[in-house]
């Protein structure tokens, strides 16, 4: 089954450029919902998987701009996900939001290629922020 981008149809509320595609990966359902909801509402299209192999299938049938991802999810990990998606993918920018990482998990995932690494609970307007130069130096590689 194909996950398609979904995107709420309201007004756009801002005039800044945001990512169509955004994918979310957090094994937290209600956390990685509500998330999805925020960002709609930012009018950016994002899809949402509960797990590592979820994300890595989606990314290879429909690749996102951006991708959020979740440190700790079972079998395989978002320091993983990150991995793959960067050797195979490096287009693709990836903000790593964790509510269990640590300094050291934060130098590996800058390392690995992460766009950025936060912590939950996120400050939306900031995470915004962050998408939004991720897509800037997304179409300025273009």
């Known amino acids: 089954m194909k996950q398609a981008y979904q995107k709420l149809d309201v007004p756009k ?35 949402v998987v509960y797990d590592g192999k979820s994300a890595l299938d989606l990314v290879h049938n429909d690749a996102p701009e951006v991708m959020i991802i979740d440190l700790k999810m079972p079998a395989i990990d978002g320091m993983e996900v990150l991995k793959q998606v960067k050797q195979t993918w490096p287009e693709i920018e990836v903000i790593v939001l964790t509510g269990h ?6 130098k590996k995932c800058m390392d690995l290629g992460a766009f950025t690494y936060m912590q939950k609970p996120v400050d939306i307007n900031l995470l915004s922020k962050f998408l939004k130069k991720a897509i800037e130096k997304i179409r300025t590689n273009q």
């Open 101 to 106: 990482g640590s300094e050291q998990d934060k």
């Open 13 to 47: 509320k801002n005039s800044v450029e945001m990512p169509s595609k955004v994918l979310l990966v957090d094994d937290e359902k209600e956390f990685v919902l509500t998330l999805s909801e925020r960002l709609q509402i930012r009018d950016m299209g994002t899809a």
